[in-house]
């Protein structure tokens, strides 16, 4: 049986029996680590940073899948547990840092292009080094929309956040990024 066929329904009642909690951990892992580490990655940009968050997000998980209410789908859960450990991740990093915002974000850029397991085109390398430049909730609600095709409502469960603020989020991600692009000579 392929790990994606089990339903989440059969992974929580594993995660919430006490003997099989470890075997339901274990799918939960397989059916959602991959999905979790490209929506992770593309906010926060390294491979070395994206484990480390991811392995947060994993712990957290398990720490607190019994207040799972289930008034969500189990992936919109996991999503926004993501979501909010990778701008908990950016903030802290800003925190340790003295450089100034243009030192951090070339820094980023240089790290996205020098990472040996980030393999694109020169296309997507643009569009990453412009998505360095927004603020993360632009950034995060760019990324759940361009790269994960969510819609706004889908969105705004997983954010809490109402659906006439992430459109306004997107828009000006948008002409940003389509500034930065102007600017950079691109398109």
């Known amino acids: ?41 593309r906010m926060v940009g390294t491979h070395e940073d994206t484990n480390d968050v991811l392995q947060n997000v994993l712990v957290k998980v398990f720490r607190s899948i019994d207040r799972f209410e289930g008034k969500s789908q189990l992936y919109t859960w ?19 840092t003295t450089s100034s915002i243009d030192d951090e974000e070339v820094g980023l850029q240089n790290r996205l ?10 296309a997507q390398q643009h569009l990453q080094n412009a998505l360095t430049t927004l603020p993360d909730k632009q950034r995060t609600v760019f990324n759940m929309r361009y790269y994960d095709e969510l819609s706004y409502q889908e969105i705004s469960d997983m954010l809490e956040t109402s659906v006439g603020a992430l459109k306004a989020s997107y828009h000006h991600a948008v002409k940003k990024i389509e500034a930065f692009f102007k600017e950079q000579g691109v398109g």
């Open 1 to 41: 049986m392929h790990v994606n066929s089990i339903s989440d329904d059969t992974i929580l009642t594993l995660l919430q029996n006490g003997t099989q909690q470890e075997k339901g951990f274990r799918l939960l892992m397989q059916k959602y680590q991959e999905r979790l580490y490209r929506q992770i990655r």
């Open 78 to 96: 996991l999503y926004r547990i993501a979501s909010n450990e990778a701008i908990t991740h950016l903030k802290k990093q800003k925190r340790q």
């Open 113 to 122: 292009f020098a990472d040996s397991y980030f393999d694109a085109n020169a």
